[in-house]
């Protein structure tokens, strides 16, 4: 059974702070990881990808990788009411594979 | 430029009713999705296509069945709706993996 973990939260922090959401996964064969931002009774959005040890930066986001603790996080600077969601962490098992295994979010809320 | 466009957006079934959910896709993409997200479960893969012409079984298959009508097109079908089956459900396109989200079916079995 692939397992993702992730804070269901709520994680709380002020405007303009960073925000830290981190994911564990157990299947040691996954190579690709997704984040996906979801609004409340909205669908989700793809934000972030990362395929390699280290960093990835895309403007005010940061998905940092680290397969041998088998674990993601993302980072998210200068945070905006905006940013206010649940995000959803999603490793991909394996090349090819279609299936990716979503954690159950955790909900980030920016207090203005 | 639609996206992913799902219908219907809502629908209440009656127990042992059947139903199709309608997705279209019109940005070209190889692969498309069928999920469900339920409180406190998070987003399970129901079915998937990889390419017009393939269907393969996600995580929960049961209860279900698709069809890839072509390149743009992606059903699913409930047989014989039952209470467990009520939940949201997205239909996603992408390259590989989802990458644009339908805004979603609510539907409730009763």
């Known amino acids: 059974q692939k397992e993702v973990e992730q804070n269901s939260g709520p994680l709380s922090v002020p405007e303009g702070a960073i925000a830290s959401l981190n994911c564990t996964y157990s299947?040691?064969?996954?190579?690709?990881f997704f984040w996906y931002r979801q609004y409340s009774g909205k669908s989700p959005e793809l934000i972030m990808s990362?395929?390699?040890?280290g960093d990835k930066e895309d403007g005010r986001f940061t998905a940092q990788l680290n397969k041998a603790s088998q674990y993601v996080s993302l980072l998210i600077r200068d945070s905006q009411p905006s940013d206010s969601a649940t995000y959803l962490c999603a490793p991909r098992a394996g090349a090819g594979s279609y299936q990716l295994t979503f954690g159950k979010g955790t909900k980030l809320s920016v207090i203005p | 430029n639609a996206g992913v466009t799902q219908t219907p957006k809502f629908q209440v079934l009656k127990t042992g009713q059947s139903m199709t959910l309608q997705c279209a896709q019109d940005?070209?993409?190889?692969?498309m999705y069928w999920y469900r997200q339920d409180p406190g479960m998070g987003l399970r893969l129901i079915y998937y296509s990889a390419s017009e012409g393939t269907t393969d079984k996600g995580e929960v298959p049961n209860g279900y069945n698709v069809s890839r009508l072509n390149k743009r097109e992606f059903s699913l079908r409930l047989e014989s709706a039952a209470p467990s089956q009520t939940s949201v459900y997205f239909c996603a396109s992408g390259l590989g993996q989802p990458q644009h989200f339908g805004d979603g079916t609510r539907l409730s079995i009763l």
């Open positions: 299947d040691r064969g996954s190579q690709s």
């Open positions: 990362i395929y390699s040890n």
């Open positions: 940005m070209n993409h190889n692969s």
